[in-house]
DNA sequence: AGCGAGGTAGAACGTTCGGTCTTGTCGTGC
DNA sequence: GCACGACAAGACCGAACGTTCTACCTCGCT
């Protein structure tokens, strides 16, 4: 899983790099910046970077994988914070709203970076539709608790990723409050369909 | 509006240029791909191309703003080809599914040119910006009609763009067929809201 | 004391980038 | 008949790209 999996253990120097990566691939994208500007921005030489990472598209992958964790992480903390299961939905929904009202939000990194990789072989593809299933699958589960039953929980949660795919493209091209709010209102038709269904 | 305005008028090669950069970018992504490949592709020297365009950036404005005519022209047809207001926002719906059900489709050229473009003052982040703001505009004028009256048209508006959006985004990331589905379902709920607040 | 890992510093590699320029050749309109 | 616009072909530029290299330093360990 891992994609420095071959790469040197933790470092100063190697957090440094990573954390800069991801400040600089998250606002400016991936392509249009080069290894010269990381390593500058970390104040590390190009010898140390090729010493943690096998080259640019590894750093790009612990990059991701950096923000797949944070998410996962994110996502863990909302759900084990709140008891009821629409409770845990609600709570998923508003810490993608907190990140999208906070002042450096530059939409979803993964479809950010997946538009930059189109090649469905690209490790950096890959690596996105991994990140993309496992979030899924966790709404679609949070959203089979809420309607105990044989409600159609698979398209609910597909409808719920859609929405927030949605909130978070737009999230940085539109006012940031109109979209939370439009998003946040979309969460409880969902919310209600999946009750509503269940209980019919 | 134009973006090559300053440009020469029309002609094969021009023709040929822009078709091949459409291709290419949309199908790319753009900063992956360089001035090289799209003149070999399109059978042109670089001669050529900068006696058309400006540079590399009005090509791609010229991508995109073709994009747009085409986009514009296509919501048009939909709309001139239904009589009812809802029948109208349910052809618009259906040319979207349509797209995303297309062999090539790669996701929306916008969201897909505006991830590579994160600077709110470049062209190409204000040009996709641009577009995005007429489609809103069309679109909640099109609700507007569903539910005469003074129903809150403008939030289910953001609310059938924020479902487009996340359509357009993971239609070419998870099987279109169930994308589609999902995203006709939600504007049969943006749809009811508009009707039954209306009639409230 | 000595060794190696991890780091800095910086030159250099070959390639590609976007962009300019020159030269020659068609075809059309004046 | 000839000048001019459109295009082909390709050399050329400076810069940036990702990558590799040598050389030196400085810790912590044994």
Redesign the interface.
């Known amino acids: 899983m891992s994609p420095s999996a071959e790469t040197r253990p933790p470092s100063e120097a190697r957090a440094r790099l990573l954390g800069t990566a991801t400040k600089i691939f998250y ?3 991936i ?2 910046v080069g290894i010269d500007r990381i390593t500058a921005e970390a104040q590390v030489t190009r010898a140390t970077l090729y010493r943690h990472f096998s080259g640019k598209e590894d750093l790009i992958l612990a990059y991701l994988d950096q923000a797949d964790r944070g998410i996962r992480a994110q996502v863990a903390a909302a759900v084990s914070g709140t008891p009821s299961a629409a409770g845990q939905v609600r709570a998923v929904a508003r810490s993608i709203v907190d990140g999208i009202r906070s002042p450096g939000f ?2 979803c990194a993964f ?2 970076a ?5 090649d469905p072989e690209h490790p950096v593809h890959r690596a ?2 991994a990140h ?1 299933q496992w979030f899924l699958d966790t709404v679609t589960g949070l959203l089979a608790r809420v309607g105990e039953g044989r409600a159609p929980v698979d ?1 609910a949660g ?2 719920l ?7 978070m ?2 999230g ?3 006012d940031p409050e ?2 939370s ?3 946040l ?2 969460v409880e ?1 969902v919310l209600r369909d999946v009750s509503e269904k269940s209980s019919a």
Chains 1, 2 share one sequence.
């Open positions: 606002s400016e994208g392509h249009s530059r939409g479809l950010n997946v538009a930059e990789y189109p996105v539709l993309r398209a597909r409808h990723v859609m929405l927030r795919d949605g909130a493209a737009a940085c091209l539109f109109l979209i709010e439009t998003f209102h979309g038709g």
